[in-house]
């Protein structure tokens, strides 16, 4: 398993369905759903990790945690995916650097 931290800022290019566009990393996981758990304030996010693993030559990201409070905001569920999972990999995939 690896990690990858990230300022709750760091720019990422969004994937979406017809279009790319750059927005924070805490705007990414709030436009894909990950922030909708009672009791957040945004405000307060600052630092962010991915952690992640090979299988074979892919990445596979298993979780996105808070890296100071350790919330958890997105876990591989493997089953069910939605269109905002499919979007938040994509874009981690692509721009989020996420290598040895």
């Not at 922030?35 to 693993?53: A, F, G, P, Q, T």
């Amino acid at each position: 398993m690896f990690e990858t931290n990230f300022k709750s800022s760091h720019m990422i290019t969004v994937d979406e369905p017809g279009t790319t566009r750059e927005m924070t990393f805490l705007g990414m996981l709030s436009n894909t759903g990950c922030l909708r758990m009672k009791d957040i304030n945004i405000n307060e996010i600052r630092n962010l990790s991915v952690v992640w693993h090979y299988d074979g030559d892919d990445v596979m990201i298993d979780e996105i945690y808070d890296t100071d409070s350790g919330e958890v905001y997105w876990v591989d569920h493997e089953e069910n995916w939605s269109e905002y999972d499919e979007v938040l990999l994509c874009s981690l995939l692509m721009s989020g650097d996420l290598e040895c």
